[in-house]
């Protein structure tokens, strides 16, 4: 491996380890943060989704401008961002304040998510490119991994503050590495033209879908959600008839294997993102424990992820991914259907047992299919791929974090799940598996019949 390959794979994993890093932390600081600034069920949501909502607004058009002007420009960017936010998110006074905040470390993020694997790509020949993905994938559930075993420590000792506090350094110490690691861009700087209405019309339709989620026991919630399914149809029509349109359309019109290959993706976060944000709240509201024992059980699901991910990934260099892809996504859709049956009196052992089937499951099937987004694409389309398949990333875990507002909304409306009946509360994360579930097994469908990447 060259310096120049070790530099670019050593600042990718850093920055992947440390956005996921505080997202799983942060779940499992959710009672904590809802006790200091008295939060309801909704509204603590909020904390979470506004961070997926900003990464998923803006990785589109940032994946295009990153196309045009270079990617090590926006890497740099968003590092910079990110640092600055997660500063200001450990001091936030109060809740309005932390969910602004997240806002602007999920554009950081975003910036750092759609540029990092075409750096991989561009440095590293084909042969090793599953290789590098699923170290990089590796480093994501590493993060999602301690994350909840970091986090509950302290939580519970020094409080939930402090998880931010632990990611300054790592966030300094990535924005170090990149100025004066990260040598050259991997794309020449050209004016970049971006479709603005296609902007406004995407972002618009996406804050307007994921708002209406907290509204929909109320009929203005109906409307704002049908006001986001027009603007969305809008910005689909604006991407076929733009010449500079932030969305390249024939991707998913015009190739077959990259379209459902994000499909899948998409419905595979959908169906399986929530599962930590509930495994929180339940172990810590339904079985009494505390943030460290529960983030410690927690961990069993993206500790497997990360034991699996490389792996999976090397193989996807030899076999056809969609094998290995698809029997990933079975095993997750198989948890999340065991899931449903769990209890106030369900033992310890068998909760982790679950975990570990859908760290399995996921970990099996994420590397060979970002392989295969990857793979499908010319080298000038790298950017706009990556971009892609992170939006459906992103958009797949705000839509399960959509789906657990809305049933939180109906179940819950105004009221702090500290204060909600425990009967009430295991039926209402019983449903949000149960439907979780059911959207695994259409992914299943779309993961199988992609066709073979090497014919």
């Known amino acids: 491996m060259t310096s120049r390959q070790r530099s670019a794979l050593t600042i990718a994993v850093l920055t992947s380890f440390l956005g996921t890093f505080l997202i799983s932390g942060v779940n499992i600081a959710l009672p904590a943060i809802e006790k200091e600034f008295n939060l309801d069920a909704v509204t603590l949501s909020w904390i979470v989704i506004s961070y997926l909502l900003a990464s998923a607004v803006f990785l589109l058009p940032i994946g295009k401008f990153a196309d045009n002007i270079g990617q090590k420009v926006v890497f740099k960017g968003g590092i910079l961002i990110f640092t600055l936010s997660t500063i200001l998110c450990a001091i936030a006074p109060n809740g309005t304040s932390l969910i602004l905040i997240r806002v ?41 991994s301690t994350g909840p075993f970091i986090g509950g420590i302290l939580t519970q000792h020094f409080g939930w503050r402090t998880i931010f506090y632990f990611c300054i350094p790592l966030a300094i110490s990535a924005l170090l590495l990149v100025f004066f690691k990260l040598k050259s861009d991997t794309n020449p700087r050209t004016p970049a033209r971006i479709d603005y209405k296609g902007v406004i019309l995407y972002s618009v339709g996406l804050v307007a879908m994921v708002y209406s989620s907290s509204n929909l026991n109320k009929s203005l919630g109906w ?43 998409l419905i595979n976060y959908s169906a399986t993102y929530s599962l930590v944000f509930l495994m929180s709240l339940y172990l810590q509201k ?142 209402s994360i019983q449903l949000a598996f149960a439907t979780s579930g059911l959207i695994c097994l259409a992914g299943i469908y779309f993961s199988y019949s992609r066709g073979d990447l090497r014919q």
């Open 104 to 144: 602007f470390q999920g554009l950081g993020a975003s910036m750092t998510m759609t540029t990092g694997s075409p750096i991989l790509v561009s440095v590293f020949p084909p042969v090793e490119r599953g290789k590098v993905l699923g170290l990089n994938v590796a480093a994501v559930y590493l993060g999602l």
């Open 223 to 265: 409307l704002i959600l049908l006001t986001g399914i027009l603007f969305l149809i809008l910005f689909v029509l604006q991407c076929k008839k733009s010449d500079h349109p932030i969305f390249d359309i024939t991707l998913f019109t015009q190739n077959r294997l990259f379209a459902f290959s994000n499909i899948a993706a």
């Open 286 to 427: 339904i079985q009494g424990f505390s943030p460290q024992k529960a983030g410690i059980i927690l961990i069993a699901q993206p500790l497997m992820m990360a034991l699996l991910s490389p792996f999976a990934g090397t193989f996807s260099d030899r076999i056809e991914p969609r094998k290995l892809a698809t029997v990933g996504m079975l095993i997750s859709a198989t948890g999340l259907f065991m899931l449903t049956f769990i209890g106030a009196q369900t033992p310890v052992y068998v909760i982790v047992m679950i975990l570990v089937i859908m760290g399995t499951g996921f970990g099996i099937f994420s590397s060979p299919n970002m392989n295969t987004i990857m793979s499908s694409v010319g080298k000038r389309q790298l950017g706009i791929a990556s971009g892609t398949s992170a939006t459906m990333r992103i958009v797949g875990q705000m839509m399960s974090m959509m789906i657990v507002t809305l049933i939180f909304s109906l179940f819950f409306s105004g009221t702090q799940l500290k204060e909600a009946n425990n009967i009430l509360f295991i039926t």
